[in-house]
């Protein structure tokens, strides 16, 4: 049995080849709002408790231009909790040599980058008219991916903060002198228009849905970096040699001055998640390493680890989870509804379209559990096989 000041002293630091447990559950409460039907069911308790308009913007996914819902965290969150998991991910690739780092970073990204196309690009409609290259967080990801693994290959610790702030900067710069912030006024949408129009004939699939919603992603590729090495900054201080509060001090530190950054040039950038604003940027990657900050305080050094084992099992299997609910989605659904749909018969149609959100929600829970257990049960298995 160790005692308390041998424990105390294993935990001044942690090793590079051990997980976050935090990591894991901050990944899995991101992907299980992303995937776990919660939407329905948050919903449902704002309508009940007096919240409904609040439930409207901040749930519903009909945010306006400007703005930031709280929905609107879920996908910057996501690039920077991949990001964290870069040096975690790559340390070995990169002590096994060059040729081993970027021969896994190409295959990493190429994955990334036909999911991506697969969930939201319209590679599967087989229609070149429908395919666009470029439309999707797991692109996204792709992307921040690389630049991490490209300032990670230079084995400088200082570049990663360096890299994400001209990242940010000169891309903040860019949309404030070459455009305004308006959805078709922006240079991030003029240069994303101008290659499309080069790209696609003018009635394809990526030029119409530019022009209606103004999601550009060539050139805020520049915050998707930025996102991603503002993460693995806050895992290259959780993996150092300081004490754990001073970890947890520091990284919440980061966030309190993205945030305030962020607040700070507010009057002057507007908050815009579909250019990725460096107002919407700071402030959400501040909220993400509070976050990540709280539940490490939590779950590293406090040891609180007790009912996290959906979280747990939605953060390990995170691509899974995200490709079944947009590539497979009716799969799920389907089984689910097998269930509930009986249900009907017991509720006046004013009250079934009251508690649908709630009763869909909690079945497509329930199923996306199910599938993320027998999937695991499979990876298990073949490693068994393999030993």
């Known amino acids: ?22 990591l894991d559950v901050l990944r899995g409460i991101d992907m299980f709002l992303l995937t776990g039907g919660i ?11 007096g919240l409904a308009e609040w439930g ?16 609107d965290i879920i996908m910057p969150l996501f690039i920077f909790i991949c990001g964290a998991a870069v040096p975690l991910a790559l340390e070995k690739r990169l002590a096994q040599g060059k040729k081993a780092f970027w021969k896994h970073v190409a295959g990493r990204v190429g994955l990334l980058w036909i999911c991506g196309m697969c969930v939201q690009g319209g590679l599967l409609s087989y229609n070149l008219m429908e395919i666009r290259f470029f439309s999707n967080t797991l692109q996204a990801i792709a992307v921040g991916y690389l630049v991490a693994a490209f300032v990670m290959s230079f084995r400088r610790r200082w570049l990663v903060p360096a890299t994400a702030a001209v990242l940010a900067v000169v891309y903040a710069l860019l949309l404030h002198f070459l455009g305004d912030y308006s959805l078709r006024g922006n240079f991030a949408y003029a240069v994303e228009m101008k ?13 119409k849905m530019l022009m209606k919603y103004g999601y550009t ?23 150092g040699g300081l004490s ?19 607040f700070t040039l507010q009057p002057w950038i507007p908050r815009i998640k579909s250019i990725a604003t460096f ?17 490490y305080a939590l779950t590293d050094i406090w040891r609180f680890r007790r009912g996290m084992g959906i979280l747990l099992l939605f953060g390990q299997n995170a691509l899974f989870a995200y490709m079944v609910t947009h590539i497979f989605g009716r799969f799920p659904y389907a089984i689910s509804q097998s269930f509930y749909g009986g249900l009907q018969h017991f509720f006046t149609p004013e009250g079934w379209k009251e508690w649908y959100p709630l009763i869909r929600g909690l079945f497509n829970m329930a199923t996306m559990i199910f599938l993320l257990r027998y999937w695991v049960l499979v990876k298990e298995g073949k490693r068994a096989r393999k030993n």
């Open 217 to 239: 992603w060539i050139l805020s590729s520049m915050m998707f970096g930025a996102m991603t090495l503002c993460g693995m900054f806050c895992t290259q201080i959780f993996i």
């Open 39 to 49: 939407a329905g069911l948050m919903i449902f308790v704002c309508n009940h408790v």
């Open 244 to 262: 754990p509060w001073r970890k947890a001090g520091m990284v919440a530190l980061f966030g309190a001055g993205l945030l305030a950054a962020g």
């Open 279 to 295: 107002t919407f940027t700071a402030q959400s990657m501040g909220y993400s390493a509070l976050a990540w900050a709280a539940l």
């Open 195 to 207: 290659i499309f129009r080069c790209v696609y004939p003018e009635d394809a699939a990526a030029v």
């Open 56 to 71: 409207a913007y901040h749930i519903g996914h009909h945010a306006p231009w400007e703005g930031f819902s709280f929905w």
């Open 1 to 22: 049995m160790k005692t308390e000041m041998e424990r105390t002293a294993g935990e001044t630091s942690t090793p590079r080849n051990e997980r976050l447990f935090s």
